[in-house]
């Protein structure tokens, strides 16, 4: 059971039903039967013939943790064991009262993600939309050359382009940027929060090229 505990799996909603954040089961029980303002969302879903869930839910109902776990446990869903009990593990909570939406500011050095959705996934030498293994940051500047790990020098682009590219500055590889790199404006934390850690979150996420 300890590793179910530990997975981050459980999407939090605002009273909105806006995602806010994400935690580990094991916080997200805490939350439900410790009193905080939350309730955990029963998702049913249409199956297929070999009885697992196909498409979006098809009935979303949030409930409190006395009657989530008197929830009849399906085949496909995750479980939480104890002496006496078998009971679902939560993956959607949302909050009864907070409304608000948190925003993400960007300070620092950026991270390889934060990049990443500034730019939409696209290659900002080519603006082809890429796959998220195909891509990688590249340094305008290179570092080689005095290029900084910055929000204005770091741009996404794909691992082929950035490999024959190599230690040149754009003019020297024949290469022109699509749009200047600056550092993101404030952004709602909802546009951040966009890989699907379970089925269930999809419903919430805000669609996004990926």
């Known amino acids: 059971m300890s590793s179910i505990i530990n997975k981050i799996i ?12 994400y935690s580990t089961v094991g ?18 879903y249409e199956l297929d013939d070999s009885g697992e869930p196909i498409g979006d839910p098809i009935k979303m109902n ?8 008197t929830l009849p446990v399906r085949p496909y869903d995750l479980i939480l064991h104890s002496a006496k009990l078998q009971v679902r593990v939560p993956t959607v909570l949302v909050a009864k009262n907070f409304n608000k ?12 993600d934060g990049i990443r959705i500034r730019d ?15 891509i990688t940051i590249d340094h305008v500047i290179p570092q080689s050359r005095g290029g900084r ?15 024959r ?30 890989e699907v850690r379970h089925r269930d979150w999809r419903p919430f996420l805000i669609k996004v090229d990926r």
């Open 10 to 21: 459980v999407l939090k909603l605002n009273k909105a039903w806006q995602a806010v954040g």
């Open 27 to 44: 916080k997200a029980i805490v939350d439900l039967c410790g009193g905080i303002a939350v309730k955990a969302i029963d998702l049913e």
């Open 62 to 69: 949030p409930v409190d943790w006395d009657e989530w776990i």
């Open 101 to 112: 939406m948190p925003m993400k500011r960007f300070r620092g050095k950026p991270s390889k």
């Open 120 to 134: 939409g996934n696209r290659c900002q030498y080519t603006g082809q939309l890429l796959r998220r293994e195909e």
């Open 149 to 163: 790990d910055s929000w204005e020098n770091l741009v996404t682009t794909s691992k082929k382009l950035n490999s």
């Open 165 to 194: 590219k190599g230690n040149k500055l754009n003019e020297e590889a024949g290469l022109h940027l699509i749009r200047k790199p600056v550092v993101p404006a404030p952004m709602p934390l909802s546009m951040l929060i966009n």
